[in-house]
């Protein structure tokens, strides 16, 4: 953006949100249509010409936030108040991570996504970055683009200047050797080494009893029930997880293309974003693996998760 759309964009933004224009007015002000007042003042936001926080005043859901986090063991959580839905719940979560996650990467960071409805709320909601490089943390899964991890990181790069690294490979490889093949490939080998430098990574979670996880019926019968003979109860980024947080090691994690739990115990920061009180054993396995250090949740969830034993 040049110097004269910043003004131009500032100006109409300090007149709307600051003085009280109308968008009326503003047309007239600026002898532009009011549809086009609009769109300026939505691409004001999108560029991070303005930026607009709202200070909710939750005493017990912050309170219930710091007792979830000494229960879990995590340095952080946030909890926000449940949706009347599963997407109204995303889009909540999506809302109370999005600044989080700004605030939190500063210019030449590193900032690792996984995939999922949650995720692709997230990039909708995120706010323009400084800088920085925003990569894909797995393999894509399914056919289904709108959750693709590479239409997550694309949202975030089309109103930020960043380095957007794509990893073109599926989640889980047909074979072993079909892994090493696409890990072999110059542009995923870049992109996979770049994982050593998360300065943060954000992850979804699935869950596998009760079965709130896209992962299940993509793959074949035997390799659920291997899954479900080791004790699976919770996902992240195609990493398997038991009750006690022990990483599940079978064929799939061989044939797995994405971000390892060595990786993301290695990164500084690492926060799940997951909600639904259906989801609270997956969400503490998770946590007992000790890969997060934050999580974003809702107050159902945080109910159910100080409901088990502490960690």
Excluded at 153 to 167: D, H, L, N, T
Aim: hydrophobic share 45%; charged share 30%; net charge negative.
């Amino acid at each position: 953006m040049d110097e004269a759309q910043w003004r131009l964009l500032s100006s109409i933004a300090r007149r709307f949100y600051l003085e009280d224009a109308s968008k009326t007015e503003l047309a007239d002000e600026f002898s532009i249509s009011r549809f086009r007042v609009a769109r300026l003042l939505q691409q004001a936001r999108e560029q991070g010409v303005v930026t607009i926080e709202i200070h909710d005043r939750d005493e017990p859901r912050d309170a219930l936030s710091a007792d979830l986090a000494a229960h879990l063991g995590l340095d952080e959580c946030v909890v926000v108040t449940a949706g009347d839905t599963g997407d109204d719940n995303r889009r909540r979560l999506a809302r109370a991570a999005a600044p989080r996650i700004a605030r939190s990467i500063r210019e030449g960071d590193v900032l690792g996504l996984t995939w999922g409805r949650t995720l692709v709320a997230i990039g909708e909601e995120l706010p323009a970055l400084p800088p920085s490089t925003v990569i894909q943390l797995t393999g894509t899964v399914g056919n289904d683009l709108r959750q693709s991890p590479v239409e997550v990181i694309r949202r975030i790069s089309g109103r930020s200047s960043v380095e957007a690294v794509a990893v073109f490979a599926p989640l889980f490889a047909a074979s072993e050797g079909a892994a090493d093949t696409f890990r072999s490939d110059p542009s995923i080998e870049a992109a996979l080494s770049r994982y050593a430098d998360l300065s943060l990574a954000v992850v979804a979670v699935g869950s596998w009893d009760p079965p709130i996880t896209q992962l299940g019926p993509l793959l074949r019968d035997h390799e659920r029930a291997e899954l479900e003979r080791e004790g699976v109860v919770a996902e992240v980024a195609g990493i398997f997880f038991r009750a006690d947080g022990s990483v599940i090691e079978t064929d799939l994690s061989r044939r797995r293309i994405s971000v390892s739990a060595d990786e993301l115990r290695r990164s500084p920061r690492v926060m799940a974003v997951a909600g639904s009180a259906e989801k609270a054993d997956a969400i503490a396995a998770v946590c007992r693996s000790g890969l997060l250090s934050s999580l974003v949740t809702d107050d159902r969830a945080a109910a159910a998760l100080l409901r088990l034993p502490p960690r």
